[in-house]
T-cell receptor, first 111, second 108 residues
Framework: SQTIHQWPATLVQPVGSPLSLECTVE??????LYWYRQAAGRGLQLLFYSVGIGQISSEVPQNLSASRPQDRQFILSSKKLLLSDSGFYLCAWSDGETEAFFGQGTRLTVV | RKEVEQDPGPFNVPEGATVAFNCTYS??????FFWYRQDCRKEPKLLMS???SGNEDGRFTAQLNRASQYISLLIRDSKLSDSATYLCVGYLARQLTFGSGTQLTVLP
């Protein structure tokens, strides 16, 4: 069966520090991968999605970047965090047609 | 205009009530649709898929109206445990687009 792993679960980082969140998928190949952010009490905002290795589409210009170095690995990064980067970050995968599955999320607080 | 729009609520209903959520989408080429449920501080989880013919799962009924470009979710005999945020989701060109979610609170 397919599983998705996302870590860490919680993170507190100072302003200006770098960020690296990792997401890996097991049990499937060539998944569509997504990074979402959810601010407190708000909906899901699509940040990046990828349909293959090295293929990244950015939905919102911001302080973040994403990479897909392997088929089932998706990394969200920042060189210098801002206070506004705080939020709940969710990784998801899908086959492009049916339901999407989410990781358990990373709650990031920038202080 | 957002590609997928939902009434954010909140909807506060008593136990046993019937509640309906609607979601509209702007791109007629959108393909598959789903309803997700998100509990506070948790990841979204699939509630049900949505088909043009309508589909039912226990107390939940989902319907897709392609002519009017909306999807709906009906919850009958609501339970306290139904309290959550409900998200509608559409696919377009293999990209998932989420509505902002509708918050439901079922009151005792």
């Amino acid at each position: 069966s397919q599983t998705i792993h996302q870590w860490p679960a919680t993170l507190v980082q100072p302003v200006g520090s770098p960020l690296s969140l990792e997401c890996t998928v097991e049990g499937t190949s060539n998944p569509n991968l997504y990074w979402y952010r959810q601010a407190a009490g708000r909906g899901l905002q699509l940040l990046f999605y990828s349909v293959g290795i090295g293929q990244i589409s950015s939905e919102v210009p911001q302080n973040l970047s994403a990479s897909r170095p392997q088929d089932r690995q998706f990394i969200l990064s920042s060189k210098k965090l801002l206070l506004s980067d705080s939020g709940f970050y969710l990784c998801a995968w899908s086959d492009g047609e049916t339901e999407a599955f989410f990781g358990q999320g990373t709650r990031l607080t920038v202080v | 205009r957002k590609e997928v729009e939902q009434d954010p609520g909140p909807f506060n209903v008593p136990e046993g009530a019937t509640v309906a959520f609607n979601c509209t989408y702007s791109n007629s080429a959108s393909q598959s649709f789903f309803w997700y449920r998100q509990d506070c501080r948790k990841e979204p989880k699939l509630l049900m898929s949505v088909y043009s013919s309508g589909n039912e799962d226990g107390r939940f009924t989902a319907q897709l109206n392609r002519a009017s470009q909306y999807i709906s979710l009906l919850i009958r005999d609501s339970k306290l445990s139904d309290s959550a945020t409900y998200l509608c989701v559409g696919y377009l060109a293999r990209q998932l687009t989420f509505g902002s979610g509708t918050q439901l609170t079922v009151l005792p």
